[in-house]
Protein backbone atom coordinates (compact mmCIF):
# COMPACT_ATOMS: atom_id res chain seq x y z
CA UNK A 1 0.00 0.00 0.00
CA UNK A 2 1.56 3.33 -0.92
CA UNK A 3 1.85 6.03 1.95
CA UNK A 4 1.21 8.89 -0.05
CA UNK A 5 1.85 11.57 3.23
CA UNK A 6 5.61 10.54 3.02
CA UNK A 7 5.93 11.77 -0.60
CA UNK A 8 4.00 15.17 -0.20
CA UNK A 9 6.07 15.60 3.11
CA UNK A 10 9.36 14.83 0.94
CA UNK A 11 8.16 17.27 -1.58
CA UNK A 12 6.83 19.91 0.66
CA UNK A 13 10.30 20.28 2.82
CA UNK A 14 11.67 20.53 -1.27
CA UNK A 15 8.91 23.38 -2.11
CA UNK A 16 10.25 24.81 1.36
CA UNK A 17 13.48 24.23 0.67
CA UNK A 18 13.51 26.21 -2.94
CA UNK A 19 11.30 29.26 -1.25
CA UNK A 20 13.91 29.90 1.42
CA UNK A 21 16.67 29.62 -0.96
CA UNK A 22 15.61 32.09 -3.53
CA UNK A 23 14.66 34.54 -0.38
CA UNK A 24 18.76 34.09 0.36
CA UNK A 25 19.95 34.50 -3.31
CA UNK A 26 17.92 37.95 -3.46
CA UNK A 27 19.73 38.68 -0.48
CA UNK A 28 22.54 37.82 -1.64
CA UNK A 29 22.75 39.17 -5.03
CA UNK A 30 20.53 42.45 -3.99
CA UNK A 31 23.39 44.45 -4.69
CA UNK A 32 23.95 43.31 -8.72
CA UNK A 33 21.97 44.02 -11.59
CA UNK A 34 18.23 44.55 -10.73
CA UNK A 35 18.02 42.40 -14.57
CA UNK A 36 19.87 39.76 -12.98
CA UNK A 37 17.74 39.22 -9.77
CA UNK A 38 14.34 39.60 -11.51
CA UNK A 39 15.59 36.54 -13.77
CA UNK A 40 16.36 34.83 -10.73
CA UNK A 41 13.20 35.25 -9.51
CA UNK A 42 11.26 33.98 -12.31
CA UNK A 43 13.21 30.70 -12.53
CA UNK A 44 12.29 30.52 -8.82
CA UNK A 45 9.05 31.20 -9.02
CA UNK A 46 8.47 28.77 -12.11
CA UNK A 47 10.55 25.80 -10.26
CA UNK A 48 7.64 26.67 -7.43
CA UNK A 49 4.66 26.93 -9.21
CA UNK A 50 5.92 23.28 -11.06
CA UNK A 51 6.21 21.50 -7.90
CA UNK A 52 2.78 22.95 -6.63
CA UNK A 53 1.14 21.72 -9.49
CA UNK A 54 3.32 18.40 -9.21
CA UNK A 55 1.65 18.30 -5.60
CA UNK A 56 -1.66 18.63 -6.84
CA UNK A 57 -1.81 16.47 -9.40
CA UNK A 58 0.18 13.13 -7.72
CA UNK A 59 -2.50 13.85 -4.33
CA UNK A 60 -5.23 12.75 -6.95
CA UNK A 61 -3.59 10.17 -8.59
CA UNK A 62 -2.98 8.53 -5.35
CA UNK A 63 -6.73 8.88 -4.52
CA UNK A 64 -7.49 7.47 -7.77
CA UNK A 65 -9.10 10.76 -8.75
CA UNK A 66 -9.31 11.45 -12.22
CA UNK A 67 -6.52 13.26 -13.99
CA UNK A 68 -6.36 14.10 -17.53
CA UNK A 69 -3.39 12.67 -19.54
CA UNK A 70 -1.47 16.00 -20.34
CA UNK A 71 -1.94 16.41 -16.62
CA UNK A 72 -0.40 13.25 -15.62
CA UNK A 73 2.26 13.73 -18.45
CA UNK A 74 3.67 16.64 -17.35
CA UNK A 75 3.70 15.96 -13.84
CA UNK A 76 5.84 12.76 -14.46
CA UNK A 77 7.84 14.45 -16.18
CA UNK A 78 8.54 17.00 -13.35
CA UNK A 79 8.85 14.13 -11.26
CA UNK A 80 11.17 12.26 -13.17
CA UNK A 81 13.44 15.41 -13.30
CA UNK A 82 12.99 16.01 -9.07
CA UNK A 83 13.23 12.60 -8.15
CA UNK A 84 16.70 12.34 -7.22
CA UNK A 85 16.38 15.59 -5.41
CA UNK A 86 13.21 14.25 -3.92
CA UNK A 87 15.04 11.09 -2.83
CA UNK A 88 17.70 12.70 -1.24
CA UNK A 89 15.14 15.07 1.01
CA UNK A 90 13.21 11.78 1.54
CA UNK A 91 16.69 10.50 3.00
CA UNK A 92 17.52 12.89 5.37
CA UNK A 93 14.16 13.17 7.39
CA UNK A 94 14.24 9.43 7.86
CA UNK A 95 11.74 8.64 4.57
CA UNK A 96 12.44 5.15 3.21
CA UNK A 97 13.96 5.43 -0.47
CA UNK A 98 11.03 2.75 -1.11
CA UNK A 99 8.21 4.70 -0.01
CA UNK A 100 8.84 7.19 -2.79
CA UNK A 101 9.37 4.82 -5.62
CA UNK A 102 6.31 3.79 -4.71
CA UNK A 103 4.55 7.14 -5.82
CA UNK A 104 6.73 7.16 -8.48
CA UNK A 105 5.95 3.62 -10.03
CA UNK A 106 2.12 4.58 -9.12
CA UNK A 107 2.63 7.69 -11.18
CA UNK A 108 4.32 6.21 -14.23
CA UNK A 109 1.32 3.58 -14.29
CA UNK A 110 -1.26 5.72 -14.23
CA UNK A 111 0.06 7.71 -16.95
CA UNK A 112 0.64 4.63 -19.29
CA UNK A 113 -3.08 3.67 -17.82
CA UNK A 114 -4.69 7.12 -18.93
CA UNK A 115 -3.63 6.61 -22.71
CA UNK A 116 -5.00 3.72 -24.99
CA UNK A 117 -3.26 0.94 -26.81
CA UNK A 118 -3.91 -1.76 -29.61
CA UNK A 119 -1.03 -3.88 -28.99
CA UNK A 120 -0.39 -7.06 -30.38
CA UNK A 121 0.40 -9.66 -27.98
CA UNK A 122 3.34 -11.11 -29.40
CA UNK A 123 4.69 -7.23 -29.15
CA UNK A 124 4.26 -7.36 -25.52
CA UNK A 125 7.44 -8.44 -23.13
CA UNK A 126 6.86 -9.91 -19.77
CA UNK A 127 10.27 -9.38 -17.83
CA UNK A 128 10.09 -11.15 -14.45
CA UNK A 129 13.07 -11.28 -11.72
CA UNK A 130 14.75 -14.68 -10.88
CA UNK A 131 13.85 -14.61 -7.53
CA UNK A 132 10.37 -15.69 -8.56
CA UNK A 133 11.83 -18.96 -9.29
CA UNK A 134 11.62 -21.07 -6.07
CA UNK A 135 15.09 -21.27 -4.70
CA UNK A 136 15.53 -24.78 -4.35
CA UNK A 137 14.96 -25.13 -7.97
CA UNK A 138 17.61 -26.75 -9.90
CA UNK A 139 16.05 -26.24 -13.30
CA UNK A 140 17.18 -23.27 -15.60
CA UNK A 141 14.34 -21.11 -16.62
CA UNK A 142 16.62 -17.89 -17.41
CA UNK A 143 17.08 -19.13 -20.51
CA UNK A 144 14.09 -20.97 -21.36
CA UNK A 145 10.78 -20.21 -19.36
CA UNK A 146 9.48 -23.36 -20.76
CA UNK A 147 11.97 -25.36 -18.81
CA UNK A 148 9.66 -25.07 -15.84
CA UNK A 149 8.01 -28.34 -14.32
CA UNK A 150 4.91 -26.67 -13.59
CA UNK A 151 5.40 -28.13 -10.26
CA UNK A 152 3.22 -24.91 -8.93
CA UNK A 153 5.71 -24.30 -6.06
CA UNK A 154 6.16 -20.82 -7.80
CA UNK A 155 4.65 -19.22 -10.06
CA UNK A 156 7.20 -20.09 -13.31
CA UNK A 157 4.60 -22.41 -13.75
CA UNK A 158 1.81 -19.77 -14.41
CA UNK A 159 3.22 -17.82 -16.42
CA UNK A 160 4.28 -20.42 -18.74
CA UNK A 161 0.63 -21.13 -19.05
CA UNK A 162 0.03 -17.41 -19.33
CA UNK A 163 2.31 -17.15 -22.41
CA UNK A 164 0.63 -19.95 -24.36
CA UNK A 165 -2.71 -18.32 -23.48
CA UNK A 166 -1.85 -14.83 -24.61
CA UNK A 167 0.78 -15.23 -27.55
CA UNK A 168 2.90 -12.66 -25.10
CA UNK A 169 6.66 -13.32 -24.44
CA UNK A 170 7.83 -13.76 -21.11
CA UNK A 171 11.51 -13.32 -19.91
CA UNK A 172 13.52 -13.94 -16.65
CA UNK A 173 16.25 -11.26 -15.90
CA UNK A 174 18.50 -12.12 -13.42
CA UNK A 175 19.35 -8.10 -13.26
CA UNK A 176 19.40 -4.76 -15.11
CA UNK A 177 22.13 -5.34 -17.52
CA UNK A 178 20.04 -8.52 -19.02
CA UNK A 179 16.96 -6.68 -18.65
CA UNK A 180 17.96 -4.34 -21.11
CA UNK A 181 19.77 -6.93 -23.23
CA UNK A 182 16.01 -8.97 -24.02
CA UNK A 183 14.33 -5.20 -24.85
CA UNK A 184 17.59 -4.52 -27.39
CA UNK A 185 16.93 -8.12 -29.28
CA UNK A 186 12.89 -8.32 -29.26
CA UNK A 187 12.10 -4.83 -29.60
CA UNK A 188 8.94 -4.98 -27.80
CA UNK A 189 6.32 -2.42 -28.22
CA UNK A 190 5.50 -2.49 -25.02
CA UNK A 191 6.84 -3.84 -21.66
CA UNK A 192 5.41 -5.38 -18.14
CA UNK A 193 8.17 -5.18 -15.62
CA UNK A 194 7.89 -7.45 -12.80
CA UNK A 195 9.66 -6.57 -9.78
CA UNK A 196 10.96 -4.56 -6.01
CA UNK A 197 10.64 -1.17 -5.99
CA UNK A 198 14.26 -0.37 -6.68
CA UNK A 199 14.59 -1.79 -10.15
CA UNK A 200 11.10 -1.45 -11.10
CA UNK A 201 12.24 2.73 -11.43
CA UNK A 202 15.20 1.69 -12.34
CA UNK A 203 13.61 0.14 -15.17
CA UNK A 204 11.17 2.77 -15.72
CA UNK A 205 13.78 5.28 -16.50
CA UNK A 206 15.86 3.15 -18.57
CA UNK A 207 12.65 2.88 -21.09
CA UNK A 208 12.04 5.71 -22.47
CA UNK A 209 10.55 5.38 -26.14
CA UNK A 210 7.80 2.22 -25.39
CA UNK A 211 5.39 2.28 -22.27
CA UNK A 212 6.12 0.23 -19.25
CA UNK A 213 3.24 -1.18 -16.48
CA UNK A 214 5.16 -1.99 -13.51
CA UNK A 215 3.70 -4.85 -11.19
CA UNK A 216 5.40 -5.07 -7.38
CA UNK A 217 6.87 -8.59 -6.72
CA UNK A 218 5.58 -9.80 -3.32
CA UNK A 219 8.43 -11.01 -0.67
CA UNK A 220 7.08 -12.62 1.95
CA UNK A 221 10.54 -14.20 2.90
CA UNK A 222 12.24 -10.73 2.02
CA UNK A 223 14.20 -9.68 -0.60
CA UNK A 224 15.44 -11.71 -3.94
CA UNK A 225 14.55 -14.57 -2.51
CA UNK A 226 11.43 -16.78 -3.26
CA UNK A 227 9.12 -13.53 -4.33
CA UNK A 228 5.52 -14.22 -6.17
CA UNK A 229 3.39 -12.17 -8.70
CA UNK A 230 -0.11 -11.31 -8.84
CA UNK A 231 -0.64 -13.17 -11.73
CA UNK A 232 -4.40 -11.41 -12.07
CA UNK A 233 -2.61 -7.92 -11.83
CA UNK A 234 -0.46 -8.98 -14.99
CA UNK A 235 -3.07 -10.97 -16.89
CA UNK A 236 -4.63 -7.27 -16.42
CA UNK A 237 -1.93 -5.34 -17.60
CA UNK A 238 -1.59 -7.59 -21.25
CA UNK A 239 -5.55 -7.17 -21.61
CA UNK A 240 -5.02 -3.33 -21.42
CA UNK A 241 -2.23 -3.18 -23.80
CA UNK A 242 -3.98 -5.15 -26.42
CA UNK A 243 -7.10 -2.90 -26.04
CA UNK A 244 -9.33 -5.50 -24.15
CA UNK A 245 -9.85 -4.27 -20.71
CA UNK A 246 -12.94 -6.20 -20.03
CA UNK A 247 -11.08 -9.50 -19.99
Not at 10 to 18: C, E, K, N, R, V
Not at 33 to 45: E, Q, R
Not at 121 to 148: A, G, M, R
Request: hydrophobic content about 45%.
Amino acid sequence: MIDSKKYMAAISILLGILIIGGAAINLFISNLTHLFAVIIDIIIIFIALAIIFSIIVTNKVIKDKKVSSWAMKINFNIVSVLFPVITLVANLIGISKNEIRKVYVKLNNQYIYSNKYNIKPENILILIPHCVQKNSCKLKVTNDINNCAKCGLCNIGELVQLQHKTNVKVFVATGGTLARKIIIDNRPKAVIAVACERDLTAGVQDVKKIPVLGVFNKRPNGPCIDTSIDIKEVEEAINFFVGNKNN
